[in-house]
């Protein structure tokens, strides 16, 4: 990691983005493989995302991929991302729109347009995705991509996400021809972690064990 993502990596900690915990976490995955083992950790950006001045440093390293990709509008997925999409968006300029959470969870809506997507579109247009993190199914990301193309935009094939747990979700991406782009990789930000003593051995331990057990479940 160069030292802005260090920095960003040190903001997560500061702010207590990361929690270890012995009787660990349930995921998705576990939904899917109730044998699977609990995480040792659990990665919870929405408080990070409220601090400003960390906001704005993650927004400029999505910024020149935006750039790149050049997008019409900008797709959020609520709830968690939206301060991040948001200062994106004013810092290019380009609109956004953001999936309804009761679409992402298969829910149709029943009263007032009855609409799936919050915001301005015509159909047609590119769209990119940002969301906060993926894990091992990839499932929001995924409804997301389904919801826009029904509602006739063009979905760049590419997912920028802050963080990474690098548990088997980029592969789920790629078996839908999507590729993955992070800010940061949950292995970089442990290993930066256990370097400067802000974990131990043990919670480093036990993380990467079930990162590759997670990893497993899916890519087999």
């Given at each position: 990691?160069?030292?802005?993502?260090?920095?960003?990596?040190?903001?997560?900690?500061?702010?207590?983005?990361?929690?270890?915990?012995?009787?660990g976490f349930k995921f998705n995955l576990h939904a899917e493989h109730p044998e699977a083992p609990v995480s040792p950790n659990?990665?919870?950006?929405?408080?990070?995302?409220?601090?400003?001045?960390?906001?704005?440093?993650?927004?400029?390293?999505?910024v020149p991929i935006v750039k790149k990709l050049k997008p019409d509008i900008l797709v959020d997925l609520p709830q968690s991302i939206s301060p991040i999409t948001t200062t994106v968006s004013d810092m290019t300029g380009i609109p956004m729109i953001s999936v309804r959470s009761e679409a992402l969870k298969g829910v149709k809506k029943d009263h007032g347009v009855k609409q799936n997507i919050n915001g301005t579109f015509k159909k047609g247009q590119k769209v990119l995705i940002i969301d906060d993190v993926v894990s091992s199914y990839a499932f929001t990301k995924i409804k997301a991509i389904?919801?826009?193309?029904?509602?006739?935009?063009k979905v760049i094939p590419i997912i920028i996400v802050v963080a990474d747990r690098e548990e088997g979700g980029r592969e789920t991406l790629k078996k839908i021809k999507f590729d993955l782009?992070?800010?940061?990789?949950?292995?970089?930000?442990?290993?930066?972690?256990?370097?400067?003593?802000?974990?131990?051995?043990?919670?480093?331990?036990?993380?990467?064990?079930?990162?590759?057990?997670?990893?497993?479940?899916?890519?087999?």
């Open positions: 990691m160069n030292k802005k993502l260090q920095q960003i990596a040190l903001d997560f900690y500061r702010l207590k983005a990361i929690k270890f915990s012995k009787e659990y990665l919870n950006l929405r408080d990070v995302f409220r601090n400003p001045e960390v906001r704005k440093k993650i927004a400029q390293q999505i389904e919801v826009l193309i029904e509602s006739g935009l782009v992070s800010v940061l990789g949950f292995k970089d930000i442990l290993n930066f972690y256990l370097a400067k003593k802000l974990i131990n051995k043990e919670d480093y331990k036990k993380s990467l064990e079930y990162n590759k057990f997670a990893k497993d479940y899916v890519t087999k």
